[in-house]
């Protein structure tokens, strides 16, 4: 029951005031500023205002089609007779009162409570948990015998009304004002109480304890099943009117509602009516019936019958939404009806009456009192208003009506009438309204709609009141070939074209609508959702291309087509006409087609109203089958046989197997004259969906055992062996060659040929171009002459051999191959895995190719000097032998542009082979720079890199620079597969690749070990042996799509890997140029540069992207990508020489994207070695998604980063304390000036070419570059580009979390001198600002600073202000001695902290701690709670440096910590975390919690809100708190509300010799605190508080029960609980003097210990009164049961607390009446020694007879004045439920007396008044409150619309 308590547990509280009649009534007339006046409507006393009025109070009942605009200001009398107030301490501490009434049900029939007519204030405890003004608590029935009538609760602290667990209570005719948190509050199982005609005004945020209080309620409802009726809710500062948050189980969630009639909300700044999250009764409707709401800030609301809405919508502020969310009148933003759910609701034969939705409202949009007084002044001009907000669902039951509506003056500005989807997620929508008896009142006609996209929604009119020519203007009709009438319907037609005009009219940029369509009553549509599309492309990164992109639909009998955006979580869903027949596919720059797709939930029609959908293939399947969601076939699979018809079934199909041309894909449309008019030879499948079903439908498409093809043509099935074997070398220019053969002569143009086994055929000349050239013999090339082969397929298999050259006599002729295709044609599928498509040269079923150029000595260089713009000469680093006048070489970027990267042709070669004359200068500088620093191992190369591209051995494409440039990217591709071998050295690669297919230029797959008679070896040593597959110093150009991939072949493991070393590769489209998705690669000193981003992939890639530990990656650099240079899988920590090292990448949007290897995960750690980045944009090195590994970065060197050098995102679990190190390496900000002039604005052409929609410096200014970026340490991170945010926390923090930085070395940074200015600039170390919530410690040690001055050290900033609201972090606030106001938001970034272990980083060992925007205030801040003295502040820095050793203390001088800590005073703080382990721990705020150190308090709040519940955020806020504290000092810690239960505190980094000493205040709960910890289980107390240096353990501790304070001593490096004894709170009065008392206490404890069978230690003395004792004391419960550990969980949310076990407190609460008199017999008999005055186990009854409830009048009725004494039952300190209650009487003075107009009197000189008063106060001293209105003056009433005098307005 608390303390400071009325407390009722087994009597009855009865109080009766004076009657007021009525409590609360409105103005008859306006009361203007400056009026003294003010008129009543009713029978009241006149009063007058003593003061004039300084705000307007309005006026204005107008009727209105049956509907009463009434705003008419509310006025109520707060004064009463009897008055139950906290006492003079409550108002500073906000400490007051508490009425609880609460009888446990084994008791019996429940205490009763009859209040009425008495004036509550300053009641309820803001701060601690369950300290509500006026409750009753887990009480049961009460029968309608308990009330709370005409009382005026005014000025609480904590709610005002709480109604827990309690049923048939009546609340009814009072006035609630000035409260804070939910005014009145239902929650449990609350129901069937009765909430009638109580006006609630001025409901306050309460920003502790539970989440909901943050954005309160005048009236929160937990459960539906309640009445409400006649209540007025208005003033919600930061919330609702009416709020039913429903607990999510399924009784409640499911519940009928009660009642919900007559009701009015106003002047709320969010809602006025909120249902949120969710309700679903699941029987029946829930009807609300009548709600008048004016002047909310956003929305006001299943079935609303009887609403008038008027003025809302444009507050000042907006809730936080993941969705669309505009303002409104009202909103429904989901339906889910489960009625008759086994049937499936349908919406031919459902009843409109019968949905969910609106009914008999008015709907009012801004009326001219509207814009009057502070509604007008804070309307929100700029935002969209709405008057009906309708649903998006995604089940097809959800159907919604609007009935009998009415709109006013929804015709200008900002005002429409009907927006759908209004919480959706972009692109979401679909679902049906029907409409029937609007009406629109306005001048001229209303604005519909504004529709925000596409299919967002239809309005359904059912009976021509919502399109017609009211409605719609003459030129919309006349434009309009058909009727309109019922049925006709409401669209978005943005982005939508599938709308028919002989039956739909489409109004764009008209005054009805921006983009929308109404169509004729002859049409019906559906909606349709899609998911799940696949098109089976073979490499894993682009499943998911079709599934992030967009679908088309496109209508097949006229090619109308709408653009359906992929929608997150939900795929696609669209509207379509019904009885047709749609087509869909995607909008990609290439073609692909969906193999599999899942069409689910579509509306529910009648027979003939079903849609067709149709898919085309370039492929012809097998089969198609359909099947369920549980993966079972849906009749046979789709045949040719028989085509759809009308009458066929849900879920049957048709799959036309011939190939037509298909006229209707997407690119025919574009204006791309190298797509326009493509034709494709298609396969067709067609899927019915029924009218009356919407089964699930998973369509999956299949391909035979040897593949699918694209023509019938059996030349495409696996080739027959042909056998011919020849002696000597066969010459294809000989038609010898070619006697007795298929052909029978030579080939001509577009022919098969097979070259069969047994031949050695040399190719002499060029041959016709081929279509298919199969390889089963030996074929070479004439080394003397220029050869092209050309042909759309060339296989190589069988043991036959494609080859010019060798390793030891490279080929010294030109050969170019030149395939050739289209994405149309025909694909070659050699298995039903093996699809090589077309326009390939395969190697399978043990082929080789051999092709190996003109040797040079390496591919790539760098180089020697710079060349500047201009300039048409070069100079290398090194003598380039073979490298020859006429090639052609690029140079890469040296700004962020990776495009800067040239191409020139070799004019003139000097004697040295250095220096090159070029066919052309260069249109930029490229650099040849280095740097070293001191303290680095080695010199930084950052020269641009010059790579000889030419060959004279080609592979490429047909067309190759028109294909890749402008038109369908479907170049030529290069496969190996299985125990093949391809060896390429030397030879160039153009225009390879196939987007619209996923496939790369070269891919290796599946790759076996190989019989080496396949690489000459004879038969008699043939051995298996690796496969020894290479792709060597070769060039890979203009890729379009990956360069080169290896990887497995299909599931199977075990896959060879090959050698791709020396390698320069440019461009790729779309995708990683180089994937390893296997290990046993080696990966070496490749150049690669140019990844292009198609906009389309939300999967990141990178130019190197190597999934697997395994695989040897050295030397090579990725000189240019749109988005990561490198994606690696970090090496476990433990391997001393990693595969991976010497990596370097430049001019990527980012360069290296760290994350765990399997390996490393079973270790624990991913470790990252010799790597290099620079000219980066976002990030050098970034842990993106966050690394759930411990992290080592070993000489990794990050220079020249546009936004941030290295983060690293720490991901883990909530207990979890992961580490990251970083040893050696460089981090620089600008190492020449050209980094900053390269690209000073966006515009500039050295600026990154194609940013991500999240990435940094978009626009100007550019923000600050930082080299190292604070490690961030959560449970969660966004996904990054393109889905999301490169860097935000998503999650709570981890417990703990730690970074070392080892011998790194800082250069080049120059702070606001530095790029940018004072609005950027470059840093060498920052925090991470999006961490909200914790910082944890980094340490420094051996560091280097070269050009590094003081200013330009750290860059550290502070939380965001757009944290502070009351859905992230709150908006506490705390008030410092001198009365300012600090405001408080999560502080995280406050707490940043780096430890500079030996002075080599800022120039003195020691620490810099906190962010502050100047000087910290004191003794409040938010912020490391930092000592001035040893703790100086710098302005560059916004940060204090503390030193050790120090005995400065420039605080309070008795605050000085003695003895002066071996460290000195704050010479050595570390990471302290407090947890609460209670199982509220996220649903009850327990913050701020205020940590002292020596007068320097620092107030962390809980945790940001991180969930989302359907669009809105949870309200959940974990209770952990971050916090710096010193070793061997003390500090004080304070919760602003109820402590935890159960707390844990870590000191995880601290050394392990070391402690500090904490001292918890528990605000007066006197339960004893104890500590826990795992070693030693429960610790037994100290007799007096631990010190510093004591020599007791951890965990040592003292409870002070006088002052309920812990002190505990907490040892570095471990943990410590400290945990609550459940206790039992006794009184008893003994006859005896103290001292005689004293004499026996010790046989007392002993006695009656003996007799409850429990030790004596379970019984402590609380305190004693002297006199007749009155004997407090505890019994605790045993130690066993709060000795067990509390189990982690796994979650966001630890659980804690120590319950009792049910049989113990059975034992001492469960017992009779019987067995308790027994009981106390016993006890007197055993307990001799003592005379016993009264010693009771239960609430004593009413003396005499309890107090009649006044019939009538203002008091009794027997005219005498009495003094009735009302005894109550009060309990002492219960805690955890469990309490034994003893007698306590408390008076209550009532002053009776007779007046003629009793029951409506306001006289302020009524009856003399007595009040309660409840205290003491918790703490502090007096402070003088603020007097509540008065009414000062009475006059006669003369009419029903009585003035009232009073003191002001």
């Known amino acids: ?517 109404f169509c004729s009553q002859e049409t019906n549509f559906r909606r349709i959702m899609l998911k799940e599309p696949w098109s089976g492309a073979e490499d894993y990164y682009y499943m998911d291309q079709m599934r992030y992109s967009n679908m088309l639909v496109t209508d097949v009998s006229n090619n109308r087509t709408s653009i359906v955006p ?236 494609l080859h010019a050259g060798n390793k030891t006599t490279p080929h010294i002729g030109r050969v170019k191959i030149i395939l050739t295709g289209t994405p149309q044609t025909n694909e070659w599928a050699y298995s039903k895995n093996l699809i090589m498509g077309s326009k390939f040269l395969s190697v399978v079923d043990g082929g080789r190719v051999d092709l190996y150029a003109t040797n040079v000595t390496k591919r790539w260089t760098r180089l020697g000097s710079n060349v500047r713009q201009g300039d048409n000469t070069l100079t290398l680093s090194e003598p380039m032998p073979g490298w020859v006048a006429g090639q052609t070489i690029m140079v890469t970027s040296s700004s962020y542009n990776h495009e800067q990267a040239e191409f020139r042709e070799i004019a003139e070669v000097s004697p040295d082979q250095m220096s090159f004359t070029l066919s052309r200068s260069f249109d930029y500088s490229h650099l040849a720079h280095t740097v070293d620093y001191p303290g680095s191992k080695w010199s930084i190369d950052m020269r641009a890199e010059v790579a000889l591209v030419s060959s004279n051995i080609v592979i490429t494409t047909e067309n190759g620079n028109a294909t890749s440039s402008s038109g369908n990217r479907f170049g030529c591709r290069v496969l190996v597969h299985g125990a093949s071998v391809l060896r390429l050295s030397g030879v160039t690669l153009e225009y390879c690749g196939q987007s619209d297919m996923s496939r790369p230029a070269v891919e290796f797959w599946g790759l076996k070990s190989i019989n080496t008679t396949l690489i000459g070896v004879d038969w008699v040593n043939a051995e298996m042996v690796e496969n020894p597959s290479t792709l060597h110093a070769s060039s890979l150009l203009w890729s379009m799509s990956s360069t080169v991939i290896v990887r497995e072949y299909g599931i199977t493991v075990g896959a060879q890997g090959v050698k791709i070393v020396g390698n320069v590769m440019y461009q790729s489209f779309g995708a990683s140029m180089v994937v390893a998705s296997i290990s046993g690669n080696t990966i070496r000193d490749n150049l690669a540069l140019g990844l292009i981003s198609n906009g389309q992939t939300m999967k990141p890639i990178g130019v190197f992207d190597i999934s697997y530990r395994n695989n040897t990656v050295i030397g090579n650099i990725a000189a240019g990508s749109d988005r990561w240079g490198f994606i690696h899988y970090g090496a476990p920590c433990s391997v001393a020489s990693p595969l991976w090292h010497n990596n370097a990448a430049h001019s990527c949007l980012n360069g290296l994207w760290l994350k765990e290897s399997e390996e490393s995960v079973r270790e624990g750690c991913a470790k990252l070695s010799n790597f290099t980045t620079y000219l980066s944009w976002d990030f050098g090195l970034l842990t993106m998604q966050g690394i759930s590994t411990n992290v080592e970065l070993l000489d990794v060197n990050v220079l020249n980063t546009k936004h941030a050098g290295i983060l690293l995102l720490m991901l883990g679990d909530p207990m979890d304390m992961p580490n990251a190190r970083m040893q050696g390496g460089v981090v620089a900000g600008q190492t020449s000036s050209a980094v900053c002039t390269m690209c000073a604005q966006p515009s500039d052409p050295g600026c990154a070419p194609r940013l991500s929609s999240y990435s940094y410096n978009r626009e100007s200014p550019f923000s600050a570059a930082v080299g190292f970026n604070g490690a961030v340490f959560a449970q969660r991170f966004s996904v990054g580009p393109d889905a999301g945010s490169y860097d935000s926390v998503m999650g709570y923090p981890t417990l703990g979390g730690m970074v070392k930085v080892n011998g790194t070395t800082f250069a080049d940074f120059k702070g606001i001198s530095g790029c940018g200015g004072s609005s950027a600039g470059t840093f060498a170390i920052g925090n991470h600002p999006k961490a909200p919530d914790a910082s944890h410690p980094h340490w420094f040690s051996a560091s280097t600073l070269s050009n590094v001055p003081d200013n330009a050290l750290f860059h550290l900033m502070g939380p965001s202000d757009k944290w502070r609201n009351n859905y992230d972090c709150g908006s506490q606030t705390v008030t410092q ?30 620490s810099v701690n906190g962010v502050f925007n100047g000087t910290r205030a004191f003794p409040y801040d938010q912020g490391t709670p930092v000592i001035p003295g040893p703790c100086t502040f710098s302005d560059a820095w916004k940060s204090y440096q503390c030193l050790p050793n120090q005995e400065y203390f420039l605080l309070d001088y008795a605050l000085k910590p003695v003895p002066i800590p071996p460290n000195g005073i704050f010479g050595d703080p570390q990471l302290f975390v407090l947890e609460s382990r209670d199982d ?185 009164k002297p006199g007749s004792v009155v004997l407090d004391y505890m019994m605790y419960d045993d130690p066993a049961v709060s000795s067990q550990p509390i189990a982690e969980v796994p979650s966001y949310a630890p659980t804690g607390g120590v319950a009792l076990d049910p049989d113990q407190t059975e034992s001492l609460l469960a017992m009779s009446q019987e067995q308790r008199d027994v009981a106390l017999g016993e006890a007197r008999s055993v307990l001799s020694d003592f005379n016993f005055e009264s010693v009771t186990a239960k609430s004593t009854s009413f003396v005499g007879s309890p107090p009649v409830p006044p019939s009538g009048g203002g008091g009794f009725d027997d005219g005498e004045d009495k003094n009735n004494a009302l005894i109550i039952g009060v309990s002492i300190g219960a805690a955890a439920g469990v309490a034994i209650l003893v007698g306590l009487a408390v008076i209550v003075s009532l002053k009776r007396r007779k007046r003629a107009n009793a029951g409506k009197d306001w006289s302020s000189a009524a009856v003399p008044r007595s009040a309660m008063i409840i205290g003491p106060s918790r703490q502090g001293s007096s402070v003088q409150s603020t007097p509540v209105q008065r009414l000062v003056q009475v006059q006669p009433f003369t009419s029903s619309s009585t003035p009232v005098q009073v003191e002001h307005v």
């Open 1480 to 1664: 509220d721990t996220e649903t009850r705020s327990f913050g701020p919690v205020f940590f002292n150190v020596s007068g320097s308090v620092d107030a962390v709040v809980a945790c940001m809100d991180v969930g989302w519940c359907f669009s809105n955020l949870c309200q959940k806020r974990l209770s952990t708190f971050w916090t710096y504290l010193p070793t061997f000092q003390t500090a004080a810690i304070t919760f602003k509300a109820t402590p935890p239960k159960v707390l844990r505190l870590h000191y995880p980094y601290a050394p392990d010799t070391s402690e500090v000493i904490v001292s918890i205040n528990y605000q007066g709960v006197p339960n004893r605190r104890f500590t826990w910890t795992e070693s030693q289980r429960r610790i037994e107390g100290l007799d007096a508080p631990p010190t510093i240096g004591d020599n007791n353990v951890h965990g040592a501790f003292f409870w002070d029960r006088l002052k309920t304070e812990i002190t505990v001593k907490v040892k570095g490096g471990q943990k410590v609980e400290i945990r609550t004894d459940n206790s039992i709170s006794i009184s008893s009065s003994l006859s005896m003097d103290i001292n005689t008392f004293y004499d026996t206490k010790d046989t007392f404890i002993f006695n009656l210990a003996s007799f409850l069978g429990i030790p004596a230690s379970r019984i402590q003395i609380v305190s004693i």
């Open 566 to 801: 992929w929608t997150s979580g939900s795929g696609y869903q669209f509207t379509v006409r019904v009885a047709k027949d749609y087509e869909v596919h995607w909008a990609l720059p290439y073609r692909l087609d969906p193999v599999k797709f899942v069409v689910h939930n579509a509306d529910i029609l009648k027979n003939g109203e079903h849609v067709i959908l149709t898919a085309r293939y370039t492929q012809q399947m097998e089969s198609i089958h359909i099947r369920d969601q549980w993966n079972n076939g849906i009749g046979e699979a789709c045949l040719d046989t028989t085509p759809l018809t009308t009458d066929s079934p849900h879920g049957s199909c048709y799959y036309n197997t011939t190939f037509e041309p298909n006229p209707r894909w997407y690119w025919n449309n574009t204006r791309n004259p190298m797509l326009r008019n493509r034709t494709f030879n298609d396969t067709t499948f067609k899927l019915m969906i029924a009218g009356p079903s919407d089964t699930y439908l998973n369509v999956v498409a299949m391909c035979p055992e040897e593949g699918c093809i694209n023509t019938t043509d059996p030349t495409f099935y696996k080739p027959k062996v042909v056998v011919d074997e020849r002696d000597g070398v066969l010459l294809w220019s000989e038609a010898s060659t070619w006697e007795n053969t298929t052909l029978g002569r030579m080939p001509i143009t577009g022919e098969n040929v097979t070259i069969p086994k047994g031949w050695t055929l040399l190719i002499d000349v060029t041959p016709p171009p081929l279509n298919a050239l199969v390889i089963q013999g030996d074929v070479t090339f004439e080394l003397s002459l220029d050869i092209n082969l050309t042909a759309t397929y060339i296989l190589v298999m069988l043991g036959g051999v």
């Open 1 to 517: 029951y608390g303390s400071k308590v009325i407390a009722v547990r087994q009597g009855n509280l009865v109080l009766h005031g004076q009657r007021k009649e009525p409590t609360f009534t409105q103005l008859s007339a306006t009361a203007d500023v400056g009026d003294t006046q003010i008129k009543l409507d009713g029978q009241v006393t006149i009063l007058p205002l003593p003061q004039a009025a300084s705000m307007p109070r309005m006026l204005m009942k107008r009727s209105s089609l049956g509907h009463v605009l009434d705003m008419r200001a509310e006025v109520a009398v707060l004064s009463r007779n009897v008055v139950v107030q906290g006492d003079h301490l409550s108002q500073p501490h906000q400490f007051g009162g508490v009425i609880m009434v609460s009888t446990p049900s084994y008791l019996g029939q429940p205490a009763l409570m009859l209040i009425e007519q008495v004036e509550v204030r300053e009641m309820g405890q803001t701060f601690k948990q369950g300290g509500y003004s006026l409750q009753w608590r887990s009480h049961g029935n009460v029968n309608y015998k308990s009330y709370l009538k005409g009382n005026a609760i005014h000025h609480t602290y904590h709610r005002g009304i709480t109604l827990h667990e309690v049923q048939r209570a009546i609340i009814q005719g009072n006035v609630l004002f000035d409260n804070i948190g939910h005014a009145i509050f239902l929650e449990g199982s609350a129901t069937k109480n009765v909430i009638d005609a109580n006006l609630v005004f001025l409901t306050r945020a309460l920003d502790s304890l539970l989440a909901t209080d943050y954005t309160p309620a005048s009236f929160l409802i937990s459960n539906p099943e309640n009445a409400y009726s006649n209540n007025h809710a208005g003033g919600a500062t930061n919330g609702y009117g009416y709020w039913y948050n429903l607990e999510y189980t399924y009784p409640t969630m499911g519940t009928a509602l009660g009642n919900y009639s007559n009701n009015r909300a106003h002047s709320n700044l969010l809602c006025g009516l909120m249902i949120h999250p969710e309700y679903t009764p699941y029987y029946q409707l829930a009807v609300f019936q009548g709600l008048l709401a004016y002047k909310n800030g956003v929305n006001t609301a299943v079935q609303f019958h009887n609403f008038t809405i008027f003025d809302n919508g444009a507050g000042p502020v907006m809730p936080y939404s993941n969705g669309k969310d505009n303002g409104g009148g009202i909103e429904i933003s989901r339906i889910v009806d489960f009625r008759n759910s086994a049937d499936k609701r349908n919406r031919y034969d459902a009843e409109y009456t019968q949905m969910a939705g609106i009914q008999g409202a008015l709907i009012a949009a801004q009326t001219e009192e509207g814009r009057a007084g502070t509604a007008g002044r804070y309307w929100d001009t700029k935002r969209r208003v709405s008057a009906l907000i309708t649903q998006f669902s995604d089940s097809n039951t959800g159907m919604m009506s609007l009935l009998g509506v009415t709109f006013v003056n929804f015709s200008s500005g900002q005002f429409t009438a009907l927006e759908a989807c209004g919480q959706c997620t972009y692109q979401q929508g679909g679902s049906p309204t029907f409409t029937g008896g609007l009406k629109f009142i306005q001048e001229g006609y209303p604005i519909l709609s504004k529709w925000s996209w596409g299919h967002q929604g239809i309005y359904y009119d059912t009976d021509g009141t919502l399109l017609n020519n009211l409605t719609l203007p003459p030129d919309l009709l006349a434009a309009s070939n058909f009727s309109l009438g019922a049925n006709a319907s409401w669209h978005s037609a943005v982005g939508n074209d599938l709308f028919n005009p002989e039956e739909c009219t489409y109004v764009k940029e008209q005054h009805t609508a921006n983009n929308g369509a």
């Open 1377 to 1406: 001695p001198d009365g300012a106001v600090l405001p408080l938001n999560c502080a995280g970034p406050k707490h940043a902290h780096s430890k500079d272990l030996d002075g080599s980083l800022t120039g003195k060992v020691g």
